[in-house]
């Protein structure tokens, strides 16, 4: 390579030298060797950095299954459901009047008290039993001071009322029935349909 003037090559220039026994040979400036130093630092470092926050994120924990217990409720959400219709016995001149009523949940039921509601009156509550029509209540067995049956899931109880009638014939008169129940350590309340009226009940006095 012939350089102009006759002088060498100013110091610091890139020189390229080309033989038949050498290879080419490249020379690097130090700046140049610093900058790509320290391009390759920084891509490290960025790769680490991401590595730790991808090693550092906490996973997910998994979901629960879903369960697969479904419960069975009777209408407007409650565990018991009236069985059907009602019975009824006079015994003398007093009524007895009896619904059975279902656990229709996954879980135990206690049946607590029963309450009439007589909207039109003429009748007076003596007594109640748990048990069907016809049996007279044990002395002593007043609303709400009865034995207090469970029910499992699927099973069945009677309860039974029993009236003073005020009037002389009660047909006219509708009773209806709520019931106070726990269920898991909760207390609840249904209002059953009951009777509307006493119109197919047998009374010696309506003759």
Known sequence: MTVPDGGRPPAGDDLLEMGSRRGPVLRWRPAALLVLAAA???GLAAGYAAGVR????????????ASQTTTS???GGFPLSQTGPGCSAQIGHDLQLGLEVTNLSV????LR????VLPMGGLKVTSQAWGPCGELPSPGEAPGHALHPTLGPGD?????VTFQVLVRCPQPLPVHFTL???????S????????????????????
């Open 107 to 110: 879980s135990a039921v206690t």
């Open 40 to 42: 390759l630092l920084a």
């Open 54 to 65: 991808h090693a550092g994120k906490p996973l997910s924990p998994p979901r629960p299954a």
């Open 188 to 207: 609840a309340a249904i209002l059953l349909p009951s009777f509307p009226d006493l119109g197919q009940v047998s009374y010696g006095r309506c003759g």
């Open 180 to 186: 106070d129940y726990d269920q898991s350590g909760r």
């Open 156 to 160: 069945s109880a009677w309860f039974t």
């Open 113 to 116: 008290r029963v309450e009439a």
């Open 73 to 75: 409720f009777s209408a």
